[in-house]
């Protein structure tokens, strides 16, 4: 790859922009919460957002927001995030590294299961705004 | 410890961001011996004792988890400088903003490895909020210098904000591109 100007960039983003509003994107709103506190850096969470995002970009799935919040109050099952996906219950996942990561991505966001032996806890209300 | 240096400068720069920064400047000049990083932002600041305790790891202002006793961002980077032979210097005032100086010593087997700095700089991109964030990089080598300068506030006049796949895909190839240039350049002059 040659370095990139801005207005390379520029004229990326149009034309992905434009192959975004031909894709049909209906439904595929998610938002990923990762948390990046010292503890999640600690256990891998930079990680799992790289592997996260590779994985959505390859299915396909631009639409979905990741968001990096601190803490969550489950340092002993670090990494964790929180899914948010139409139609399914909020989850949070713990122990996540990149095979869980992945299988979150295809599993509980495309096929809209849950990878039950990580889930840990439904989100606290006081905790994520 | 972190695992990699680049875990423990995304700590710190989270730091920034929870004091309130509205410009955060990260400074990154690697050579082969050592990886120096100046972090410097325009948050709230501390008093002499409070960064005193922020050093501590059994302290933590308690405003985001109550009952926590711990607090290990500060410490950890001081635990991988002082067993690596490198430095670090933090300077704060109260209400205007905090500095710190780390000297990362490369040549020391037991200091982490440098890590993902491709990620880091994109994560820290995309930290959520409204600020700004320069990131200035550099590479050394033979008295010769390459370098690169990115801007939080430039880069989302032109991604949008930077959460969703499709714009962080974006700014992750940015940010690649920048750093493979930096490194290749090298090889194909030489």
Known sequence: MSKMTLEDL?????????????RD??????????????????????????????????????NVIIRQAGCMGLCHVEPTIEVRTPGMPDTIYGKV?????????????????LVNEHVYDKPAADIIK | MH????????????????ADADEVQLLL???????????????????????KKATDPFYSDGKKHVHR?????????????????GSFNIRSEKGKGTRVDINFNLKSIDTPPVGDLISLIYQV????GSFNLIVNRSYTKDDRSESYTVNRNELQE?????????????????????????????????
């Open chain 2, 3 to 18: 695992f990699s240096l680049s875990d423990c400068i995304l700590d710190l720069v989270q730091n920034s961001l929870e």
């Open chain 2, 125 to 128: 991109m995309s930290f959520h």
């Open chain 1, 25 to 62: 994107s209906d439904g595929k709103d998610s938002l990923i919460i990762v948390g990046m506190g010292t503890c999640g850096i600690a256990a891998g969470a930079k990680d799992v957002l790289d592997v996260m995002l590779d994985e959505l970009k390859k299915a396909g799935n631009d």
């Open chain 2, 69 to 85: 006793k711990v607090g290990l961002g500060l410490p950890f980077l001081i635990q991988t400088v002082s067993t690596t032979d």
């Open chain 1, 97 to 113: 590294d990149a095979k869980v990561a992945k299988d979150i991505v295809n599993i509980h966001i495309i096929d809209r299961k």
């Open chain 2, 29 to 51: 000049e690697e050579t082969d011996d050592s990886l120096i990083v100046r972090i410097e932002d325009d948050g709230c600041g501390m008093t002499e004792v409070e960064l």
């Open chain 2, 158 to 190: 032109i991604l949008g904000e930077l959460n969703s796949v499709s714009s962080l895909s974006l700014l992750k190839d940015f940010i690649t591109s920048q750093e493979e240039e930096l490194k290749t350049s090298w090889s194909s002059t030489s």
């Open chain 1, 10 to 22: 520029r004229k990326l983003r149009e034309t992905k922009k434009q192959e975004a509003a031909q």
